[in-house]
């Protein structure tokens, strides 16, 4: 038996109304005792009337301070009456300060307009010389409450839309090589991923809620935060992984008139357009209106390739009342672009690694059009209503739809050293639809003179897939011992194959989830917390349907208990923390379409890790670092044998992170980190010992860019940087080993407030390289990129 998965009802509703009672013990003593506190809340804009972010927000004599958002707007809770000086300041602006009175029970609102300083008027962009722009933490999402660095007993990265933009990010899976211990990755029909520690994690999370997102364009990314760890506990089994999930949080509407567009051009024929517009839509910026949107088009490096992506999100923005405001966003992408080979069978051969195999890298096995052509359309919607001053209510919703209409798959089955047969396989109509829905309640209150910030919540998710798969068998013999040649792929024959073929099968699979939750982050003192986190999970999935049929196997409903327990001690206060965590995951897997055709129902895997390590935030923030160790446990694993899904194994992923962001001087910004990751099999009935396949244990990450401030070249800048990521196995018996690489990139730019000149060099050495799946990635590419700004 599961430790936390507990058939006997009698025990899951026992332990459910204890945890209800708790939580509503907590919330009617924050009730009373929040009677005699205010709170004081305010905007922060500069002199053109732009929203200013990152601005230090400091209150004197209580020794407390915060930092505005991207909105330019700070809160202070929880303030006793009396009166106060309130400085505003920021690397550029002139700092302002401000005497004001807070009466007890009322709110008070205060609003600075910064001006720049007068050697920085006229030639400096703010944002480029904030302190460590490129670390900033703060997230509502981590923890689904307010929480910083420091407190926070998880790991987790962010990459911000400036970081993004240095790098001239054209692609969504090139942000992630900012994070430790990650190694972002294409699947053969071109959906993007990333292994973390050791897992595969998809880009199904946005804001913090589930989506249909094969494809995601950077367009419209604030940040990407990358959380480590199994985190059902907050965020559920469906949408993670147990190595962590990829938050894609996106850009919303502020109060100004502002926008940004831009042209990049690139090798390949790549050739991109962007645009981004925020208006406010009333004379009292109540309603707030901001569009991003890309059109993306390029070939590919092989002699076949290319990808065509356009992206339209629209988001809109309504405040009410100071109390209650909504959001609406929109996300709607169209791709078409081509599939790539993943081989199979080659344990047939006697190739021991992938530069073994007798098949130019730049030699596609595809055809000129043969690809898998895709759209999306993900729908957001949230309310909040600020209950009193202690308690906030959130309601959010996300409805996600990917449809893939036809997709042509391309499987090698090799049969000896230089010969193949090229199978197809083709996928099509393929619907995937997913609703999500939540109800988040969050608490910040004293009790016994200890402060809580409390979250509790409900959630509910449904998923169905709905997919026709038709088998086309061999489409030719390759046979390279006679010629070097390999065609392309024709259409029109694969077209006439899909018309005549009898070998199709139309499945339909559906599952849910409903769930209660709650995490409270106890102040035990000012520099000890202790985070007690418990999730109830109800999982149903329905048997699934084939041709028509519904099978009498792979229906089944669950109740899982997912518990997250955390302390953090700050050492030195503000600067220097120690954390420690216990986390738990599980995963109702659906069932697995096999490349055979074939449907298998796997049972639910489950993961449990411990880690602890040190955090730092010093020298006025120019410092910002994490070291960390965890060890994660999983039951009923799977493994990859030629292709073919099997659970029958516990593993163990354990390893170490190290991650640097660091501004030592102005101009000066370094992202850089290492990670090891042991990932192994520990029990099955085969390849005990074995890494499981297609797990790195070794990665370095950094980047290096240097903004003048002097007279002779202001403005100018330049980055470099690069990507290490060692060799690992491509299948499950340890015998083909993908290869290590490393990648270096390089860029020159020059940045005005109201334009900004890019060039940039990817792979400069030319670095032939192979990521999950056997997939050829990108060989030396150059892009240069011009943006205006209003």
Do not use: C
């Not at 990152?54 to 330019?72: D, F, H, M």
């Not at 991109?272 to 209106?289: F, G, H, Q, S, V």
């Not at 829905?437 to 509790?456: E, S, T, Y």
């Not at 849910?512 to 149903?540: P, Q, W």
């Amino acid at each position: 038996m599961n430790l936390f998965t507990f058939p006997d009802k009698t025990v899951q509703t026992s332990i459910f109304k204890y945890f209800s009672v708790i939580i509503l013990l907590l919330v009617f003593a924050s009730l009373s005792a929040q009677a005699q506190l205010s709170a004081l809340v305010g905007t922060v804009k500069t002199s053109d009337g732009r929203a200013a972010a990152a601005v230090t927000i400091a209150i004197s004599p209580l020794n407390r301070s915060t930092q505005t958002n991207e909105k330019g707007e700070f809160r202070f809770n929880r303030l006793p009456a009396g009166n106060y000086t309130v400085t505003a300041k920021s690397v550029g602006l002139q700092a302002q300060i401000k005497e004001t009175a807070v009466i007890s029970g009322q709110n008070t609102t205060m609003i600075f307009t910064l001006t720049e300083t007068s050697g920085q008027l006229e030639s400096v962009n703010i944002m480029s010389f904030k302190t460590n722009k490129f670390a900033n933490k703060k997230s509502e999402y981590v923890a689904r409450m307010p929480l910083d660095n420091l407190e926070n007993p998880q790991v987790y990265t962010s990459v911000g839309k400036e970081l993004i933009a240095e790098q001239v990010v054209v692609d969504f899976k090139e942000s992630l090589r900012n994070v430790p211990g990650i190694a972002p990755n294409n699947n053969p029909a071109g959906g993007t991923g990333a292994t973390i520690r050791g897992f595969n994690a998809t880009t199904t999370v946005r804001n913090g809620l589930a989506v249909q997102s094969y494809q995601t364009d950077p367009i419209n990314l604030e940040r990407v935060e990358v959380i480590k760890g199994p985190s059902a506990t907050l965020f559920g089994s469906s949408i993670v992984s147990f190595g962590g999930l990829i938050n894609q949080v996106t850009k919303k509407p502020f109060d100004s008139l502002a926008g940004e567009v831009g042209v990049t051009l690139g090798s390949y024929e790549l050739s991109r357009l962007t645009a981004d517009i925020n208006t406010p839509l009333n004379k009292d910026k109540t309603a707030l209106l901001r569009i991003n949107a890309a059109a993306h088009r390029e070939n590919s490096f092989q002699n076949f390739g290319y990808k065509r992506m356009y992206t339209f999100a629209p988001s809109f923005a309504y405040k009410v009342s100071d109390r209650l405001s909504f959001l609406f966003e929109g996300e709607f992408n169209q791709t078409n672009r081509s599939t790539v080979a993943y081989y199979q069978n080659l344990g047939r051969t006697g190739y021991k690694n992938f530069r073994d195999i007798p098949i130019g890298f730049e030699t596609s096995l595809g055809g000129a059009d043969i690809d898998a052509s895709l759209k999306s359309t993900n729908i957001f919607a949230e309310g909040k209503y600020r209950i009193s001053e202690e308690w906030t209510s959130t309601t959010s919703i996300s409805y996600g739809e990917n449809q893939i209409d036809h997709s042509s798959q391309i499987y090698p089955q090799w049969i000896s050293d230089n010969i193949f047969d090229r199978a197809i396989f083709n996928y099509g109509p393929r619907i995937f639809t997913s609703l999500n829905g939540q109800q988040n309640f969050n608490g910040d209150f004293k009790l016994a003179g200890m402060r809580n910030r409390l979250l509790a919540g409900v959630n509910f998710y449904t998923f169905r897939s709905s997919l026709r798969f038709t088998n086309l068998g061999v489409y030719d013999r390759i046979n390279l011992n006679t010629s070097q040649v390999i065609p392309g792929l024709n259409s029109e024959k694969i077209s006439a194959l899909i018309a005549t073929s009898t070998s199709q099968t139309n499945t339909t699979n559906k599952q849910g989830s409903y769930s209660a939750y709650a995490s409270d982050v106890l102040s035990i003192t000012d520099r000890l917390n202790a985070m007690l986190s418990l999730r109830v999970d109800r999982f149903e999935n329905a048997a699934p349907i084939s041709n028509g049929v519904k099978a009498t196997t792979g229906s089944f409903n669950q109740t899982a208990f997912s518990p997250k327990l955390g302390l953090s001690y700050q050492v030195v206060k503000d600067q220097l923390s120690l954390f420690g965590n216990y986390m738990n995951g599980f995963q109702n897997n659906g069932p697995v379409t096999q490349p055979t055709g074939t449907i298998d129902i796997l049972k639910p895997r489950q993961a449990n890790q411990w880690e602890g390590g040190v955090k730092v935030e010093a020298f006025g923030k120019k410092l910002n670092a994490t070291l960390s160790y965890y060890d994660i446990k999983i039951t009923n694993d799977t493994r990859l044998v030629n292709g073919i899904t099997i659970q029958d194994a516990t593993s163990k992923s354990k390893g170490f992170e190290a991650e640097v962001i660091a501004n030592p001087i102005s101009g000066l910004n370094i992202v850089a980190g290492y990670a090891k990751n042991s990932y192994r099999i520990i029990n099955a009935a085969a390849n005990v010992g074995n890494y499981q396949a297609q797990t790195p244990t070794d990665y370095a990450n950094i980047w290096v860019s240097y903004k003048f401030t002097g007279q002779t070249l202001k403005n100018i800048g330049l980055g470099f940087g690069g990507n290490y990521v060692s060799d690992n196995f491509f299948d499950a018996e340890n015998t083909i080993v993908i290869p290590k690489y490393t990648v270096i990139n390089a860029s020159v730019f020059y940045d005005q407030p109201k334009w900004r000149l890019s060039i940039k060099a990817n792979n400069i050495s030319n670095e032939k390289y192979w990521t999950n799946y056997g997939i050829p990635e990108t060989l030396r590419q150059y892009l240069a990129n011009i943006s205006f700004k209003f």
